[in-house]
């Protein structure tokens, strides 16, 4: 099967002021049509107003494996949200 | 249901592992492409996740057979755009799958030979437009059952999948029945077809979702993996507890004599669908298993040079592109 279409990542804009976001993957030859099939597939109900596409094997991720070492450090830092800080009531809202 | 008697894999893998996994399972976390899993869990799920794709394509098949054939510009309209659905669904579990490391030509090729299922309904024709209606009805009705609790199912890119198959599902489910009520509402000749096509769809229907299940080690092996989350048996009688309700309202009898409201239960009570014809059809001996395998075989064979076309167009704009930088 080496003459099978490259898989494509596709990231869909919902509505004006929202960002991209991942909703599946598709075939396709080339970027053109890629754009074309993710049209047809996954905006026939008004879902998106901007299309993005990326060739799967273009993307590099972080690996399950490594969750321990790159998540756990900000579990520790609780002074990075506003909440842990008392503000006096008087100071009024903040 | 699409996936019938979809037999688990045995795992043979690391016990501490296998340990690891079902606690995460059991803790409701979402298993990931690419996290650990047992090979049972992957082999099982590809097999499953492939024959609901299968299943979608080859359901093209029966309804697309009347597309030209509906009675109004509308009718017509909904159901190009329902068969255009499923070609999507297909493609979203096909993209389900491949995460797990099969390629959707491979499966592809595994239904074309024969290697792989589809859903034992399809071998069934559609022989008038009545039929569309029941099959909206009954067939998307009774893969809804299946579908819902689905989304739900521990491997991601799967529920994710369902998540989108369930919103479109519906518009599928609810126009069948507004076809088919239109019918049973129509001239006495309309009903008779409305009647008729419940007649035909009513046992291949309960027969979606395989015989029962309840002591079966691969559905329990499946149910621990929650990529099973209930009975064959329980899904059915779901089924028949909401579709009779529909069809008295239609003014059609459900073809069984011995349905009857279970005050007790709470529940119908409802015959069995003859299983002997069940096997015989996924063995390949339905009405019309050898027309899909052959209208399958010759859309992909004939499609050749357009996905070689395509390709080849690709390659030489990208050549084109570089030369130029």
Redesign the interface.
Known sequence: MKNEWPLWEIFIRGQHGMSHRHVGSLHAPDAEMAIKNARDVYTRRNEGVSIWVVEANNISASSPSDKGPLYEPSESKVYRHPTFFDIPDEVGAM | MYAQMVKSEATNDDPEKLAEFQAKIDADIKI?P???MPQGYRKTLIRQIGQHAHSEIVGQLPEGNWITRAPTLERKAILL?KV??EA?HG??LY?AA?TLGV????LT?MLLDGRMKYSSIFNYPTLNWADIGAVGWLVDGAAIMNQVPLQRTSYGPYS??MI?ICK?ESFHQRQGYDAIRKMAEGTPEQKKMAQDALNRFWYPSLMMFGPSDKDSVHSAQSMAWKIKINTNDELRQKFVDQTVPQAEYLGLTVPDPDLKWNEERGHYDFSEPDWSEFFDVIKGNGPCNTDRLTARNKAWDDGQWV??G??A??KK??ARHLAAE
């Open positions: 990931e690419k996290d650990w755009a255009q659905d999507g493609l979203y993209g491949e390629s959707r030509d491979e090729e994710r999948a989108r479109e996905r070689d395509l390709l167009h690709a704009k990208r």
